[in-house]
């Protein structure tokens, strides 16, 4: 299996009603190595404490928070902030099925 990270890149603004589907697809990923930056872009709901709590559950979550600056500058600012071989750029309401990165992965 490829060992390379995957820095999934998911922007948010005022996502709450469906950023704990999102970032749960990401936390059952069969593929192990990746890293998910969360980066929230000034919501004014609860986005930010469901992001939060992925943070505690699991390392491989980092989050970041800055003003709303837009959806191109918040995804250029987590992807300034990642460390993997590959990005995978998601909205704050994407999902992605299980072996989506293991299968990526092996395409790469």
């Known amino acids: 299996m490829d060992k390379s990270l995957v820095s999934v890149i998911l ?5 709450e009603p469906y950023l704990a589907e999102a ?6 990923q069969t593929y192990p190595h ?9 919501s004014t709901d ?11 559950k699991d390392p ?13 500058a918040a995804r250029n600012n987590a ?3 990642s460390k993997g071989k590959y990005i995978l750029p998601l909205y704050g309401d994407d999902t992605i099925e299980p072996q989506y990165l293991e299968l990526a992965t092996r395409l790469l």
């Open 23 to 28: 970032l749960d697809s990401v936390l059952s």
């Open 11 to 15: 922007t948010c603004y005022n996502q």
């Open 34 to 42: 990746w890293e998910c930056i969360i980066l929230n872009d000034g």
């Open 46 to 56: 609860q986005s930010e404490e469901i992001a939060k709590q992925y943070v505690s």
């Open 79 to 81: 992807i300034k902030a």
């Open 60 to 72: 491989r979550f980092v989050y970041i928070s800055q003003s709303n600056q837009g959806v191109v």
